[in-house]
Structure formats: C-alpha cells, structure tokens
Antibody, heavy 120, light 106 residues
Framework: EVQLVESGGGLVQPGRSLRLSCAAS????????MQWVRQVPGRGLEWVSG???????GYADSVKGRFTISRDNAKNSLYLQMNSLRAEDTAFYYC??????????????WGQGTLVTVSS | SYELTQPLSVSVALGQTARISCGGN??????VYWYQQKSGQAPVLVIY???NRPSGIPERFSGSNSGNTATLTISRAQAGDEADYYC?????????FGGGTKLTVL
C-alpha cells in the first residue's frame, strides 16, 4: 500500500524558513517522480514543485527562487526547503506521487498534507 | 500562463446527471485530469487522460474534451459524490489546476 506522510509544517514568521519532509513507502521510490501541491484552507489546489526520478526539477512561478525541492532515494524521502516565506504561502502542503518517472506524469497518490502558517 | 476556468458550483438532483466544465484555450489538444476532494480529505484522481478511470472509480464517472472545454460527467449522482472537483492539465512544463467546482447533490 502506497503511503505518503508529510511532516515539518507549523507556524513560522514572515521571511523565515521551513523544511517539509515526506516519507514514502509501499512503492519503489526512486522509480517515480514526486510533487508538492498546496491548498490554502477553503481554496483551490496549486502545484508548487516537481522532481523527476533523476532530479530534473520544476517550480511554479510563485515559488521560484525561494523554494527548493529535493529527494533522498536512499531514505525514500522528499523534501521542500521553503525560504523567504510570505503570508500567501500559508496553506496545506501535499506530497504527491506521479504515475511515472517524470514530473510531467500525472498524479496517482496524495498524502494527507501538512499545514504551514506564515504569520507574525 | 495557462488558465483553467471552472464554475464555482454545480447542483444535481439525486440520481440525475451532473456535468462539470473546465474551460481553457484549445484544451481539446491536451490531456485533462480530474480530482475529487471530499471535505477534510486529500484529492483523489477520478479521471486521467481525458476519459480513463483509475481502478476503483465507478463507471458513473466519465470525461470528455473538445475545443475549449473539457467536461466531467457524473451519472446517477449519489449523495457520496458531493465534493469539490478539480480539473488539471500539463502546460509549458508546469501543472495547472482549475479553481474547483463544488458539487451539491440535492
């Protein structure tokens, strides 16, 4: 059974940093691309970033230059380093698995999300 | 950047057919994906590549795509289909979501 468990969310002040983690299990992690998708409570979904099996990266314009996605295949883990956080980054952040090795492959499994709140 | 437009809400009588639209420039040339998100839960893929259903998704869910509009159709709507529905496409090396449609089953 595929499981994606996010951690690292919490309350952080504007301008500060936070690192999210996603522990993956139930599949061969290094064969698949992974994504981060966020959702402001009560609002819609927004793709944040994706990483292919071979670490080709993609970012939404809204986070480019501030967020960095990475993966550790040995630890079956996905990360999102978020710097220079803004109030508009407040959202639930979902770890998502793609159906194939490239981050242009669509999504099949989602974690339950971790809440990031950016506020002073 | 590419934009997808969905109606904020759609209502359907129990047992009837609901249609949720997703508008985008020449979206008919793209693969479209649909997700269902029930309250307090993570999204679930219900349609991939326009009209394909993942295992476990009822045949009542179907999709189509032509011109500037993609459509998710839910036949014989049930109370359990009440949820937010999002369309999604891949464009210019980014993933784009529609704003979401709240489906109410009356």
């Amino acid at each position: 059974e595929v499981q994606l468990v996010e951690s690292g969310g919490g309350l952080v002040q504007p301008g500060r940093s936070l690192r999210l983690s996603c522990a993956a299990s139930g599949f061969t992690f290094d064969d698949y691309a992974m994504q981060w998708v966020r959702q402001v409570p009560g609002r819609g979904l927004e793709w944040v970033s994706g990483i292919s099996w071979n670490s080709v990266l993609g970012y939404a314009d809204s986070v480019k230059g501030r967020f960095t996605i990475s993966r550790d295949n040995a630890k079956n883990s996905l990360y999102l380093q978020m710097n220079s956080l803004r109030a508009e980054d407040t959202a639930f952040y979902y770890c998502v698995k793609s159906v194939g090795p490239n981050f242009g492959d669509y999504f099949d499994y989602w974690g339950q999300g971790t809440l990031v709140t950016v506020s002073s | 950047s590419y934009e997808l437009t969905q109606p904020l809400s759609v209502s359907v009588a129990l047992g009837q057919t609901a249609r949720i639209s997703c508008g985008g420039n020449n979206i008919g040339s793209k693969n479209v994906y649909w997700y269902q998100q029930k309250s307090g839960q993570a999204p679930v893929l219900v349609i991939y590549r326009v009209s394909n259903r993942p295992s476990g998704i009822p045949e009542r869910f179907s999709g189509s795509n032509s011109g500037n509009t993609a459509t998710l159709t839910i036949s014989r709507a049930q109370a359990g289909d009440e949820a937010d529905y999002y369309c999604q496409v891949w464009d210019s090396s980014t993933w784009v979501f529609g704003g979401g449609t709240k489906l109410t089953v009356l």
